[in-house]
């Protein structure tokens, strides 16, 4: 698990991932993209745990945005379901190449630009286990995760403001696991009405 903090009003949606991965069978470290577009429609998926697992629920995700119907608010509500019933396979293939169960897990964030409801949405998927369906959380304001080392911080979407935030969830998560996890680059995906920036804050 690393960093995924993401901040939402009606007209913007930032959200800010890490870029350190690992190979889940040999540990090597490496940069990874934890956070893809769907630029045709203003939408992000993002999340932190596997990166397998992002990159196969982006697939599907990627497939539907061709569609002619496709519509955010329907995406959000059928994703829960669709990460349940693509989760056994990952979950046994994963346990299969050697990955501590208690690895196998991940946090997901899809959000952008409803031209529906003319707003900016998001929605926070958790998923850890079979036997139980996934957490869906509609976001209201945003969420960070880790959430620990930022207690008692105010919200703010200044850049430096959000790479100091990421550096205290760095130090944290690298000393709860006792090794680092969580580093690289701290990237930002920003989306306003009819835009979409990817920045680069700075190493962490």
Known sequence: MTILNVLLSPERLVVVVDTLVEDAESGA???GAKA???PQHNVVLAARGSARFLLQVYQIILH???RPAFKLERVLAELGPLIDKIWPAFEVASLKAGVDPSRVGTELVLGGWSSVQGRML????AKSTSMQ????HPL???MASPGEPLRGRADSLEAEDLLEAGRLQALYLNAQEGRRVAGGSLLMVDLTVGRSV???LGKL
């Open 64 to 66: 539907a945005g061709y």
């Open 29 to 31: 470290p490496s940069t």
């Open 198 to 200: 990817v920045s680069d």
């Open 140 to 142: 209201d304001g945003g």
């Open 36 to 38: 893809l577009l769907l």
């Open 122 to 125: 998001a929605t926070a998927y």
């Open 133 to 136: 369906p996934s957490i869906v």
